[in-house]
């Protein structure tokens, strides 16, 4: 018997793959499928099973490619009605992977179709426990979620989530093995652990939400300091349901060299978006003005689906030479198929066509330091609320880069101002998206609050009320 976690950072997304006498099944894969495929030939299996723990929301399935490539089955628990063909398990249900059998275990809350599959092993031990979003390490899935299509509120699920939990799985064995589909980082949970696996015994121990003492404490402890959801979780949800266009289509698209002129012509018939995924240090030394920049190397296709509220808007690519492909197959992880080709050659090939550029103002901590004035320089930080309440500049503004949408509009571009973050990631992506609504007088920290901290800027943990808004 095989079990392998394959992990996708970018996502913090676990998908799995099992094998035991030349069968194998995968659980919850990604919308690439060829790594599945590539690693069942290797080992001279076939994939038998595809086994969906619910209708995902933060990225998009690579169910429906698997099994037109494959052949097998897509099984999901009870409740789901997709719009495609699919095996709907019942509750306990055993299917066979060569010698050893996966069990069917229907816990609803996070979502009513939620299911989690318990590996029984070649000698009938009950080995691993393949989570999903019922259980995460440190967590368990966020219940809000589902309230429209389950017509029920937050609470009520997480009711339901606390049953499925005592019932399924609390009873189980503590050295049966734990693989979320999810962990630190993941917009699913909000206080899951760094690691991917784990005991269920450790879990009962220090997992917060295992130790709640009634319904209602569970209930108060899990729907607690939830934060809305990113915008495109919802699209792709319909996307899983529903059926999507193949990845190879989606890939072949995206793949379309384009010239400086061709992407300008481009940008007026499709409206489209340029989309600059250079790092931060690159992209605010020059770029093409009115794109948005969010870094390939972070946390990408998760900002991407925040800030981009809609998954088919046109995209143009700006990367780093070398890099298209991973920018189209990342962006069609979350659902974003609309890239219509990338520009040929980099962003040098923008300046050697001798085009207009824009460019961000950037100084260090050191300069931040000389140039404030408390009391006077006005300072927005760009993390997150949880962040800037532990600490922050003095007189700092909370702006949160996941809100931009909202508080740009309050921003008074005749009145100087500096914007950070914690590191500069997320700061050079809101002055990207603020210079492309026309608001340039502000200048971005490099090295965000952590070398605003070390070069001895006065902090405090006071929540500044002032609101900064357009006279």
């Known amino acids: 018997m095989k079990v392998e976690q394959i992990y996708t950072g970018c996502l913090a997304q676990g998908a799995y793959y099992i094998e035991s006498n030349g069968e194998a099944a995968i659980i919850d894969p990604l919308r690439e499928v060829k790594p599945y495929i590539d690693m ?3 080992r001279g299996a076939k994939i038998k099973y595809i086994f969906e723990t619910h209708f995902h929301a933060d990225f998009v399935s ?8 494959t052949g097998a089955p897509i099984v999901y628990g009870p409740n789901a009605n997709p719009e495609f063909e699919f095996i709907s398990a ?3 249900e055993i299917f066979k992977i060569g010698n050893v059998k996966i069990k069917v275990l229907h816990t609803p809350g996070h979502t009513m179709e939620s299911t989690c599959y318990l590996l029984i092993d070649e000698n009938g031990k009950e080995h691993s426990l393949f989570s999903g979003d019922t259980l995460f390490l440190g967590d368990v899935g966020r219940p809000d979620l589902a309230q429209k299509s389950a017509s029920m509120t937050q609470d009520e699920l997480a009711g339901l989530l606390y049953d ?3 019932k399924k799985i609390m009873p189980l064995a503590d050295d049966v093995i734990v693989y979320p589909a999810h962990g630190a980082g993941s917009a699913c949970g909000k206080n899951m652990m760094k690691e991917t696996v784990d005991t269920l015994g450790n879990q009962k121990k220090m997992n917060y939400a295992l130790n709640q003492p009634n319904k209602e404490t569970f209930v108060k402890a899990v729907t607690d300091g939830l934060t809305p959801p990113p915008g495109y979780f919802g699209m792709n949800v319909a996307m899983n349901k529903k059926g ?4 190879d289509s989606v890939f072949e698209k995206g793949m379309n060299a384009l010239s400086a002129k061709k992407l300008e012509e481009l940008v007026v018939m499709t409206e489209a978006l340029v989309l600059d995924v250079r790092d931060a240090a690159d992209f605010q030394k020059g770029f093409i003005p009115r794109s948005i920049n969010i870094g390939l190397h972070g946390d990408f296709a998760p900002w991407v689906g925040s800030l981009i509220v809609d998954v088919k808007q046109p995209l143009i690519l700006v990367t780093k030479v070398g890099e298209e492909e991973e920018s189209v197959t990342r962006l ?3 659902g974003f198929d609309n890239v219509i080709g990338y520009l040929d050659g980099g962003f040098e090939s923008w300046t050697s066509a001798g085009k207009e550029i824009d460019a961000v103002n950037r100084i260090t901590a050191s300069q931040f330091k000389a140039e404030l ?3 006077e320089t006005i300072v927005l930080d760009a993390r997150r609320d949880s962040e800037y309440a532990a600490e922050h500049v003095e007189e700092a503004f909370s702006r949160p880069l996941g809100d931009i949408n909202n508080w740009f509009k309050t921003v008074d571009d005749s009145k100087p101002f500096y914007i950070h973050c914690a590191g500069g990631y997320r700061s050079m992506i809101a ?7 026309g608001i340039h007088n502000f200048k971005e920290i490099e090295g965000g609050f952590k070398a605003i901290a070390e070069s001895g800027v006065p902090k405090t943990d006071f929540v500044c009320q002032t609101k900064l808004v357009k006279a």
């Open 40 to 42: 069942a030939s290797n």
């Open 62 to 69: 690579g169910h429906l490619d698997l099994c037109k490539k």
């Open 90 to 92: 019942k509750d306990g």
């Open 164 to 166: 499925s939990l005592n």
């Open 244 to 247: 999507i266009e193949s990845f």
């Open 332 to 334: 069609a992880r979350v």
């Open 373 to 375: 004035k408390v009391g």
């Open 431 to 437: 002055s990207s998206i603020l210079k492309a609504r």
